[in-house]
């Protein structure tokens, strides 16, 4: 324990991130101030929910990269929805120069045991893991980081995908979502507490204080809210981060299908 403490205290004395010069990315500077913020006073456990299009996904792998760089970890696991699976594959080593494994390949279903412990970075689908046998074997596994994309589906505390996660032992937790709160407050309030127990007060006080009855989106004393989960969330928008998207165009092209086409489409 005085080994680790002391390799924690000697990695987080750099304000800079040691790791850019091995990343292939385009350097944003308000991703750079996150990954800072959430490997310095967030201690590790963030909510990243920046406004979708300003990429968390890179935030995330380069809070990602930078831990690996400076010793702080080396077993991780990637959680995201099946569809996003291959991808974050690829990012991880095309931009991080991060192998992983993914829930999409063979050898899980071969060598479930094998597959969960003798590699170091793995990119796992929601889905199995909330499965019991391999949930059984992946929360013994001893993970530095575990990061969970599109988050939002842990909203519900009773829900197998919550629960999943909540009983993966980790030093290090991100979840990324640009959408924390879709019902209610109480959607963020489940979020927090996966990440830091006891960060926001009791569900029972937390509902009388900050939650309006009838308007569930909307808290009572925003601004001591805001200040609480200061401490655990970070959200850039457009404005902050000084990114200039093009507008969207939506268009309807219309088209008329030749005679062959409109045959096969009948049978």
């Known amino acids: ?13 750099c304000d800079n991130l040691i790791s850019l010069p091995f990343c292939r990315i385009r350097q944003m500077e308000y991703q750079i101030r996150t990954v800072l913020r959430v490997l310095g006073p967030l201690r590790g456990r963030a909510l990243l929910s920046d406004e979708v299009g300003l990429w968390k996904t890179i935030e995330a792998g380069l809070a990602l990269k930078e831990w690996i760089t400076r010793g ?3 077993r991780f696991l990637v959680i995201t929805v099946t569809s996003l699976v291959d991808q974050w594959e690829e990012e991880l080593n095309d931009k991080f120069n991060l192998a992983t494994v993914t829930t999409n390949q063979g050898l899980i279903r071969s060598n479930a045991g094998q597959f969960w412990w003798d590699n ?5 689908s ?15 596994v001893p993970w530095d980081l575990v990061i969970v994309d599109e988050a939002h589906y842990l909203r519900n505390r ?7 996660v909540n009983v993966l032992p ?7 979502t640009a959408t924390p709160v879709q019902n209610s407050l109480e959607d963020l309030y489940n979020l927090v507490t996966l990440l830091q127990p006891g960060q926001l007060p009791s569900p029972k006080e937390f509902k009388k204080r900050f939650m309006d009855t009838k308007r569930l989106r909307q808290p009572h004393e925003p601004d001591e809210l805001r200040r609480i989960l200061g401490q655990v969330m970070i959200r850039n928008t457009r404005s902050n981060a000084g990114i ?8 309807t092209a219309l088209f008329q299908a ?3 086409e409109q045959e096969f489409w009948k049978k």
């Open 1 to 13: 324990m005085r080994e680790r403490a002391a390799q924690w205290w000697v990695s987080n004395q």
């Open 72 to 74: 702080l970890v080396k």
């Open 120 to 124: 170091m970075g793995i990119v796992a």
């Open 126 to 140: 929601l889905h199995t893991i909330k499965l019991a046998a391999h949930l059984e074997m992946a929360s013994t």
């Open 158 to 164: 009773e829900s197998q995908a919550w629960q999943a």
């Open 170 to 176: 980790r030093r290090f937790l991100s979840l990324l």
């Open 244 to 251: 200039n998207l093009p507008r969207r165009r939506a268009e």
């Open 258 to 260: 030749d005679a062959m």
